[in-house]
């Protein structure tokens, strides 16, 4: 929105043309969601009391969770309006990869938010069915797939990139509707399990959304995308805007959601930002790199599966409690150390994800 302001004013000083610098509008989509953030935090979460959203505590949970019970949640709502307003002001709105980022941010977060009201509002314990759940998440991963693949302007945005293989980049044909179903379905439901302690879920996202920015700046740029072997997607960089704002929101989050936690995100928030991630990472045809840097939302996915399997097939389970964090916390670790300590493996990962972009 401020792009085309930008551009209309500059015929009358060339000084407001510096808003076409990609750099400049990331930075200030950054700040802007960050100050959204931070403004709108304390009267959501006051609103979030006054109408008594609050989080209920699972019996079966830890015992420590119990002292939770009641905090505000929903709070994802605050991450989801500051991405959005930041991203409309600075991005491009005539670019498609943006309005496909935040209809998938928008939409998931949707399901997410019908989810938490039947929980904490109507007090249906089940929330939305984990049918009904799914069921909207695939239709619209798939339209978004479908639509991607057939807007695809050049061979490049369909290509499968593989880490430490320049050369090796097939064509995946139809099979990339599939794999972006995959992708952005499998990406929020594992930021959703990963939404357990305070902090826990949100760092790791904002991480993880920077380095993709970082991807989408390079693929957006013919001559670092060549540079690196890396599909040249054009329009891609306008994406950096689009992460920035996850950082900026996700950061303005965290001051009310460190431990102990004013606010929880819910899955109002959980669900749209993994959907984010995924999606973001399929434009920049970066899935495998997602896999490697979002690695703690893939262990605690995978402790999930391996606890149910393994319940269900021999009656044993293999972790005191699943998702992952939950085992550590019954071994005796403090929350925060739980907390701080995947902190650090996903800044690990995230540099070795990026480090792939190189080694090839």
């Known amino acids: 929105m401020l792009l085309w302001l930008g551009d209309w004013l500059s015929q009358f000083h060339s000084g407001f043309g510096v808003v076409n610098y990609l750099t400049l509008r990331a930075i200030l989509s950054v700040i802007t969601a960050l100050l959204v953030a931070l403004m709108l935090g304390p009267f959501v979460i006051r609103k ?62 949707a399901i997410g938010w019908v989810d938490d009201y039947r929980k904490v509002v109507e007090k249906n314990s089940r929330g939305l069915p984990g049918r009904w759940k799914y069921f909207w998440q695939s239709v619209f991963a798939l339209i978004v797939g479908a639509y991607l693949f057939y807007s695809a302007q050049s061979p490049a945005e369909t290509q499968l990139v593989v880490p430490f293989f320049k050369e090796f980049m097939p064509q995946l044909g139809l099979m990339f509707v599939l794999l972006t179903y995959f992708v952005i379905v499998g990406s929020s439901n594992a930021v959703n399990l990963t939404d357990g302690l305070d902090g826990l879920a949100i ?83 970066q899935e495998i790199v997602l896999f490697i840097m979002g690695g703690i939302f893939v262990a605690e996915t995978v402790s999930v599966i391996l606890q149910v399997a393994s319940f269900k097939l021999t009656g044993k389970r293999i972790f005191r409690m699943a998702p992952l964090h939950h085992h550590f916390e019954l071994k005796g670790w403090p929350e925060p150390r739980v907390i701080v300590r995947f902190w650090i493996i996903t800044i690990v990962l995230v540099l070795v994800g990026l480090a792939t972009l190189k080694i090839r």
């Open 48 to 109: 979030l009391r006054e109408y008594q959203i609050g989080q209920a505590i699972r019996e079966v949970g830890p015992k420590s969770h119990l002292s939770k019970a009641g905090t505000p949640t929903m709070g994802g709502v605050l991450i989801l309006v500051s991405i959005a307003l930041s991203t409309l002001l600075w991005g491009n709105l005539e670019n498609r990869f943006v309005w496909v980022v935040l209809l998938v941010t928008l939409f998931f977060g």
């Open 203 to 285: 760092m790791p996202t904002v991480m993880v959304g920077a380095a993709l920015g970082v991807c989408a700046y390079l693929a957006g740029n013919v001559n670092f995308a060549n540079y690196l072997h890396i599909p040249y997607v054009p329009g891609a960089g306008e994406l950096v805007v689009f992460c920035a704002a996850i950082v900026g929101a996700g950061i303005g989050f965290l001051w009310f959601n460190t431990y102990p936690a004013q606010v929880f995100m819910g899955d109002v928030g959980s669900l749209a930002l993994g959907a984010a991630l995924g999606v973001v990472a399929v434009i920049v045809r």
